[in-house]
């Protein structure tokens, strides 16, 4: 009698409960309205101490409950599935250093020094090494005081740096902020004894509720620590009230400094209040290029050396002769990074800050005083805007096309595989719980092609599961004498598991390489898909085997894998006619390709164009030419208008690069052209540059190239050169049709569509790959001729492609008719791939692996060779 499977049970269970764990956060972070998800922080605190105030909450408990629950709100957030710019709305921009500039004005500025050419060398070398750094540092400055959650700010080396604000509705803002210039000040800091009087007169204003406030005063700098971020949002709203700043003396002013850790003498979260001299003399526009640096004192301890210019050595001399003993606060943003004390009047330019605790945190301050005098100019080379109610409107599409396919396929494996499907179902249930799981886990953002990867791998997870069901139907039907099912579930999942594994490990190899060169929401449907691939075989594999022993152990007698069969036991000639289709279908995939490359300049989106592109809702039916017309009468004849597919009367309007200052324009011109066509405020739009979208091809380019690199070198390991060749054929046979197909129908060539073709290559080669598993296990063991162990093979595994295939076009059918505009392309793309993927994985891989080997298999060679000794 079967053991219970224990250790795998409590496995399984374990899993389940630490997925719940980590989705926990996720799900009571969205039980919150998107409002409040959505709502500045100070704001929301404001917000919460009415609402405690009203319900009767004790005044001095107030500020503690708020914090608390600030605290767990923030909490929240942070271990929640972050949502994309696509599902939230938002603004995306590609910032980029114009070094070029930067470095022929740092040239004439040293030889203007009389700099030796080694020596200017040397100063491009070194400041070229950090600019990338200090644009960094003086961006994260300037977004922060936008006060937005979750700014992401990545560095793309050399020269670009991708900003992503999520929830923003006023992008030229953003922009503005950018591209301002960087300012930095030297400002003496106020005496001490300054501080002490002023907080009293601060508090009596306010009527006693700013002491309590910043309890913690500095011992040797006018300073005061402020708990952050609750007490500073208070704290900075009192600083800025109008009667405030009437007590506050006009020679004085109050500046922020950087967010603290806790540390020994505080022990929380803090930001320091410095009261500072209004009046400066000396500014960061003194500072020598390149002048900053870092090093160690005698002692270890890092310090920080600035130069100053001509001019800037006689203003820096008389200004610390004059305050030694007192602090210098530098100020970069209108924020104070540091407040060293004057040691020594310095008279020859160069200027020592120490006191600082780390070598890091010298080289972070090295790098602002270098931003804060940069010259280089920050140029937006690429931005997107997606309007908020246009991504809540890609959710729910999303998840509605999601639920209505997932249902359809669950209800197929049930009414097909009878109870095997019912486990099949439940380990497919699991596996979309332990993906959503595995994002919280890995703080992964979703995308709305993430959503599609989500979906996808659905359809896919379904796959393992049906190549194991097909395998244990004919270990019962090959059963002469009666089997157990122990010995039948051992035999069947034993034989399909190498498959499941070659099979999902090409994909897996397609995702990674989407995951290294794919931007933005490409990356998205790569951590999906990865995690899916993974996820899919450890429900497939493990779970449905647990519980198909836990069955077994209960005492279950028969092995329901249900009746239903599309194809009996099929001998179709499948080789008879291969050549013809192949060369047809080859030549149509030619043709289309060379209408691809003809059409070029028509059919490249905007993200390989580059350009300026708004896509806008019309609240009335309009038609294509009546927008047409009017970008035409603004002087516009050259822009593409097109009606979004699935979504109603929405339009994409988009022209050349450099023919609109800004893509706001398009919509500007419309409301004036067509007033009785109004259209909504909540648009979203983009602007690629010429170059970054020449990059963005070359990064598709890269994905195919290396995706395909991968998977033929692991077919070739797993199985032979010449498989390897058959599948490459193939490889190409379906990217070049499906290209055609684009062609053909005019659909746009963008990033997703890229995203779509690398999963069809995934796709297709795991259909071929399934077919070429099955023909290596035949030929090790039938007395059969290469065609026929092809031809038979490929029946063998007819069950499985057709309903595998069917599985995945199901859900992929249901994103293209339901899963709204933005992902409309996509899954055409999609579709048209599992079609020609799952007709080449029989009618051209096969055929042409035949084509390659005709030798006999082992077993036929030995009995003609024990034949020919014979006689």
Sequence with gaps: MQRMPVWKIGFIVFTILLSLWMLLPSME???????????DEKDRIKEWREEMLADGVAPEEVDAKVKAKNQDFRDLKSDSIRLGLDLQGGVHLVIEVDHEKFEQQLRDDLAKQGKTEQEIEQEVESSLATV????MAVIENRVDSFGVAEVALVKQPPWRIVLEMPGVSEPEEVKSLVNAEAELYFHIVAPKNELGRLLPEIDSVVEGDFIKLVPQVDPYVAAVAVEYPDNYLLVDEIINRSDV????PRQYMFKWGDVQEPTNYINYEHRYLYLLEADFDVSGSYLEPGGTGVRTDAMGRPEIILSFDRDGK?????????????????????QVYSAPVIRDKISYGVATISGIDTYDEAREIAIVLRAGSLPAPLTVAESRVVGPSLGADSIRKGIYSGLIGGVIVLVFMVVYYALVGVVADFAVLLNLFFLMAGMAMFKATLTLPGIAGIVLTIGMAVDANVLIFERLREEMRASKRAKTIQLILDKGYGRAFMTIFDANLTTLITALVLFQFGTGPIKGFAVTLSLGIIIS???AVFVSRVIMDVMVAKGMKTLSVGTMRFFGETKIDFLKNARILMTTTGCLAIAGFLFLVYDWEKMQGIDFAGGDEVQLQFQQETSVQEVRSAMSEAGYADAVVQRVLGAGNQMMIRVREGEVESPEVLATVLREKLPEKPFNDDFSYNRVGAKVGGELLWKGLYCVIFSSIGILLYITVRFEFRFAVAAVVCLFHDLL????FLAITGTEFNLPIIAALLTVLGYSLNDTIVVFDRIRENYTSALLNFKEIVNLSINQTLTRTINTSATTLIVILMLYLLGGSVIHDFALTLLMGVIIGTYSSIFVASPVLLMLGRQPAPAVAEKNGKRAMAT
Aim: without cysteine; charged residues 20%; hydrophobic residues 45%.
């Design 29 to 39: 972070f969205y039980s919150y309205d998107a409002l409040m998800r959505n709502q």
């Design 132 to 135: 990338l750094d200090s644009a």
């Design 245 to 248: 700043k009437r007590v506050i």
């Design 314 to 334: 006689r203003i820096f001399s008389r200004v610390t002769g004059d305050h030694v003993g007192e602090h210098l606060a530098i100020v970069l943003n209108d």
């Design 537 to 539: 075989m450890f429900t």
């Design 737 to 740: 049709f499906t290209l055609a």
